[in-house]
């Protein structure tokens, strides 16, 4: 695999606000900071946990900088740049590069749906305008549109479009791309709940928000895996795969938030129309977050 | 019905750019100019069909004043203010006030899924910082969101949101609608495969891109309807319902503006990353235009 | 159209039994009477309504002898003869013909998902041991597989295959039907909600259990669209419009068994696993039924 | 866990049919010979792969005493008795024990979807009519019901259910299972292509028609797993998931039937509706099973 920079428990920030709801750069700093020193393989600012599209344009650049600036090159920056016209795209990709991003997120979103060509050419522009390689991120969920393995091996003739991002949550689907696209490609689990048979079944990476509440179990995760242990693996998925299906299920920037608050970290505030959990929501929370913390203490050689 | 400014034919134009991608106001102005005198009851740009989240919010104002001035008071303006923030939204919600609309369309835009409480309190907000009504607008295809008849309901308990359009696609939701809201709130049709079947359901008004092509047809609908004729209402739909299911199934602002030029009208350019209608199917969007406006001659009387 | 012997409310009695789960014949007799005279236009048994797949051959056997029987040819008699077999198919369908059926009814019945070819194949071999017409059924939601417009296209290729019943619960699949079949070709909605709206679209039928609960409402649909008055049909159609949501919600069979205790009839027993409704969903019925039969008194012109 | 009587590789044959369609009961136990000799945990006849509802209560009564006669007790015999009504499913789990079963696999059957209460109520009754243990099995697919992780741990606590089958074939369900229903709870895979993610998950089983084909490549995956080493579970598995995933998709009796073909084996006929695999799908099948079969052998440790 050349021109992949990324593997291992890749980590999203939120984009955190002020009680006026502007952004809280700041804050969002110290939490970028927590993420690289618990030992994240990766950062990645600006994608649907960093609220991406409820920034301005320049909401969006002040972010990207103070990322690049706070991970210093300790660990490798994806960037996230999607935006629903090219001409946006390409803009915010260019200011990335220069801002010193290591790699770019692009899902393609769209309010109408988009055709394998318009997909093709949307990509094919933005990556003729950088240098630094591409993560091609499919998420029906979140983007309208479901792209099929037929059309990512396709953008992987883009030259620097080389990474896949895969987010549907269905395990079939990675076991096809990875027959589609070869053993070589490198493709990345979006969905939390699937970390467990998405590294079974051969993915690089994890694309996660956990860190920011439970790095230490995400990262003994990717170690156990590593090691070809089957068993550690399920183990230490199952102390975690709670969290994940609340994370996902209540939203990942609204969770996180909360579950900052509930670690005596900061949260911040959100940007209407998010609203922060309800008090039943945190409880559950709660409950989760300490079962996850406290009980029967993890194999320390899994911790590290 | 207090407060409801709106019935009959609600037709959406669409957005056209020049051969650099820029908005093209003049030929705006020429084509809303067409809607309103080929018989549209009103006009409704800033729709989904004018490519509202593709625009810059310069963009949005340019083309809502431009749309104003231009309609000048001949029928009811319906303007769409969506946005994925509440803060824009309320922005866009004064701005169309100010500019002289005669009413909003917001669309409950999503990223990130939003809870019941959150979609209220976003409406909420938004209709406390304008005076003229709402319509409530539920498209779980484009949003993301589907707006349960309950939700809705409250929805209407907001003063000034009096309105509700609804593009499932599913028929039964409308009479769902009508038994959940009574028979005395106003309810439009914004799926065109829809048009016959909502008006029987008892729809007050049809929300649709293609008065930019067959408003005859579109009007000649609603008058059967009006009389109460079924079976001129069902001749009147088959001789259109070809055209509907194409615009739909290939996008509106994509179909009309191939429709357009197909018409020998100025269709303009598409704002990447959306393209044009392959060569393929702008031939069968040509056959379909061919049998609906040549042969068997509709019953004049509807024609009006 | 020719060898179309069906139009109007085809209505569907349910197969009753005794407190053994005995199919109880005296009982099923006098429920198809009551069908009979309160003005349906077809008696259907061995539908789904009729729990057509729960009952042995003989049961079978003795249901639609009984049936024929009992109607005498004051109405013609569609009967169920589905199998996942064809052998059985073929079975059935001559015993039907031998005993004196109208039309065969019959749905692709699948555990194994069937290909076109397959469900062709098996269709035809049916239609070509019997001479009457034969109403080839879509239900998906029942038969697990969804046969596109143009195999149903093809299924009209064979002689005595002619006439379409339609239960998605789409009405654009209606509007399809009508465009891809021809205007000459009989389609029947099979989908009790959808009323109306398959009406306006131009059934020439109804396929339904409600005329147990609710014949004269659903006469005065079918009288109302024939006279072509479109705010009379809507009016009758949203007076029953609760209950045929109802029935459908809960399953005909336990739903038509429940409404006809309510009403003073015997519903008689059902076959396990079948249970009778829980006393809250009978209370809720009772609460429907009454809304249904005694207020604002329809005008007496749609009753007749 | 108690009254668990199965675990590992538990293959499904085929009911193989002659020239006439008839049940072929010599070709059937030389079939199921296959199966025990090349290493079968368990064999499991009268599943979806061995058309159990396409069979009369003679014949499926001939299918199991063929079965376990040929078994002979070398592996236990999971037998299917699931039938539309309670009564029929009584008299067949009774049959099966009288015969010598060891256990029985259950899926409820619905034409009319089935309420909790009337599906506990079933397997109630059934369960009350034997000793023998019974696996719950879940496949909305081909029952039309999808049994939630509530009810199926409401369904364990009727004594002699004690294995739940499942196969929506969504992993995130089977991480559901475990955390609903405990992890002493066994829990079989019935979905093909998740063979490597359900037992990455703690699957005690995978039941599977695949040995009829590809027995050696299914036993591996079972020894990779049990030696909890994911790096050759992996290998082993992407060795095989191309087949799995076509056997479900041309539906597990044709592809069977081929495929034994294809391997030198009497594959038998299908009874109608059923066809033969096209000639195209032959050869693709032709192409995968080569694939399988010959090229980079697989290191000779996974085998044995």
Known sequence: MKNVPLKGVIAYPITPFDALEKVDIPLFKKQVERLVVSGSD?????????????????EKEAVAEAAIQQVAGRVPTLLGVSNLTTERTVYHARFAEAAGATALMIIPMSYWKLSDEEIFRHYDKVAAAVSIPIMAYNNPATSGIDMSPALLRRLLQIPNVTMIKESTGDIQRMHLLRKTLGEEVAFYNGSNPLALAAFAAGASGWCTAAPNLIPELNNALYKAVLSGDLDKSRQVFYRQSELLQFIVAKGLPRAVQAGLNLLGEEGGYLRSPLMP??????????????????PAPLDQSFIS
Chains 1, 2, 3, 4 share one sequence.
């Open 42 to 58: 990766a950062i990645a600012p600006l994608g649907s946990t960093g609220v991406l599209p409820y920034l301005s344009d320049e």
């Open 277 to 294: 959990l309800t008090a039943q929501e945190i409880s559950e929370l709660e409950r989760i977050l300490s079962l996850v913390h406290s």
